[in-house]
């Protein structure tokens, strides 16, 4: 079993910074991406930003220039950056990794349970 855990959401007004983190812990053999999404209250979720185990990112048209997603391959963790927040990014952020756990040959996406972000003054 692979569990994932984010911390660093809270309450933060429009045009601060928050920074979020996301701990991997289980069974694991090696994780390939991970990544964060978002889903606001009353719409679908959507992908943040990824990142590669080799530290390639992709990112969301609207957080570009103002997020940055980083990882500890040791630590199994990946961190997301947030500058100049706005009120429409309010939602619950949920950490994803695919995972390779031990024993095992093919990979699984797990999910974090999601830490919420609220923006607003």
């Known amino acids: 079993q692979v569990q994932l855990v984010e911390s660093g959401g809270g309450l933060v007004q429009p045009g601060g910074s928050l920074r979020l983190s996301c701990t991997a812990s289980g069974s694991i053999f090696s994780i390939n991406t991970m990544g964060w999404y978002r889903q606001a209250q009353g719409k679908q979720r959507e992908l943040v930003a990824t990142?590669?185990?080799?530290?390639?990112?992709k990112y969301a048209d609207s957080v570009k220039g103002r997020f940055t997603i980083s990882r500890d391959n040791a630590k199994n963790m990946v961190y997301l950056e947030m500058n100049s927040l706005k009120p429409e990014e309010t939602a619950a952020y949920s950490c994803n990794a695919r995972v390779r756990e031990r024993g095992a040959i093919r990979e699984y996406d797990y999910w974090g349970q999601g830490t919420q972000v609220t923006v607003s003054s």
């Open positions: 990142i590669t185990r080799g530290g390639s990112t």
